[in-house]
């Protein structure tokens, strides 16, 4: 059977060659599940995570990339134990996200898809508007009023246009719904293929280890990409006899910010009442995600779990993580803090090989980390 769009929770499927973001009544869709590739299916002439495109559900014969992925993985003690650092930050606008829209983009130009929408407040915007530069693309991004002007000013250096919508992280999104309309709605919450790009985080960390699968993984979680991507590209590599068994998926998440780790230690499948609060954590701090259920799946069948973490526990784990060489955003820095906290619980032990995903840079962050050294800008 030929891949397909399909809606996890009813079963439809449509067909990949024509552009869509989501099912019938605003569904959100998946891809059908890939066979994966094997280690000999690698393109070693190519440095990017393109070399894993025999991977993907759909031929891209010119491919927008300006290098993303291969990213370093480095070695650091965190609590006293020796444990591998993905330095995703390590991309063309700095986060991991450039994975989902390299990918995303390349597809939607080669189906004839000239001009994007998309609803951010950072590092997808940032990572949308360049690459819609890059594959002469137009973009425009929609985002809260409130964002710093800082996180606006990389959108609007690769030609986005911005428009700031007044109201909550979900004003913007209500709004960029409305406006699929008009304008094909890219959206890294939303189109599947933005996934496909984050799978290739999988393939990567199978290629550092030497063609294994690590026995643990942890990952800053706020819409999930990273954890589905995980998920979906460790699943391939199981079918594809490349690995024997899939490795725990962790998500942490901001106690002040955290309906994925909520409903995750609350056991069922629905969101938990809880209050939202503001944290230093931003780019995890999304108080609706669009694929709760998928995440939670990924999480629970795994074998893996959440860890929700105090703004204290952010903050030290932070400055700890720079003073050791590792300078990134406070949202990443939560896989660092919820390691150890696995590690107190014996949920992690010392001689498994576990991998902490840092998806973004300090120098995004400068504010807030100014703040924590108590430093005036």
Not at 96 to 108: C, E, H
Request: proline share 7%.
């Amino acid at each position: 059977m030929d891949a397909a769009y399909v809606d996890p929770r009813s079963g439809e499927t449509f067909p990949l060659d024509i552009p869509r973001w989501c099912g019938r009544d605003h569904a959100p869709l998946l891809i059908t599940p890939l066979p994966g590739i094997t280690r000999d299916q690698i393109d070693r002439t190519t440095r990017s995570l393109w070399r894993y495109r025999a991977s993907l559900p759909f031929a891209v014969v010119d491919p927008i990339t300006l290098g993303e992925g291969c990213t370093p993985l480095v070695m650091r003690r965190v609590g006293g134990v020796e444990v591998r650092i993905k330095c995703e930050w390590f991309m063309p606008t700095g986060s991991f996200k450039d994975r989902g829209a390299s990918v995303m983009l390349s597809v939607l130009r080669q189906q004839g898809i000239e001009a994007v929408l998309e609803d951010s407040s950072g590092n997808g915007g940032a990572a949308v508007s360049c690459y819609a530069a890059a594959g002469g693309m137009r973009a425009t991004i929609m985002a809260p009023s409130s964002t710093s002007p800082a996180k606006t000013v990389q959108m609007r250096a690769h030609g986005a246009a911005v428009e700031l919508i007044p109201g909550n992280r979900q004003a913007t999104s209500d709004a960029a719904v409305a406006r699929s309309a008009d304008i094909f709605y890219a959206s890294h919450n939303w189109q599947p293929f933005f996934l496909q790009g984050t799978k290739t985080l999988a393939y990567e960390l199978w290629e550092d280890l030497g063609f294994r699968a690590p026995d643990n993984i942890i990952i800053p979680c706020g819409a999930g990409s990273n954890v589905l991507g995980c998920e979906i590209g460790f699943a391939e590599l199981l079918r594809a006899g490349e690995i024997g068994a899939m490795p725990r998926l962790f998500a942490a998440q901001p106690e002040n910010c955290g309906p994925i780790g909520a409903a995750f230690l609350a056991g069922g499948d629905e969101m938990v009442d809880r209050p939202v609060l503001p944290t230093i954590a931003e780019g995890t701090a999304i108080a609706q995600p669009l694929r709760l259920r998928e995440v939670l799946g990924a999480l629970r069948e795994t074998g893996g779990g959440a860890v929700l973490l105090s703004e204290a526990e952010i903050a030290a784990a932070t400055l700890d993580l720079a003073r050791m060489g590792i300078y990134v955003e406070p949202t990443c820095a939560q896989a660092a803090a919820a390691f150890c906290r696995l590690l107190e619980s014996g949920a992690i032990t010392p001689e498994q090989t576990t991998v902490l995903v840092m998806t973004g840079t300090g120098l995004k962050a400068t504010p807030r980390i100014a703040e924590l050294l108590g430093v005036a800008l």
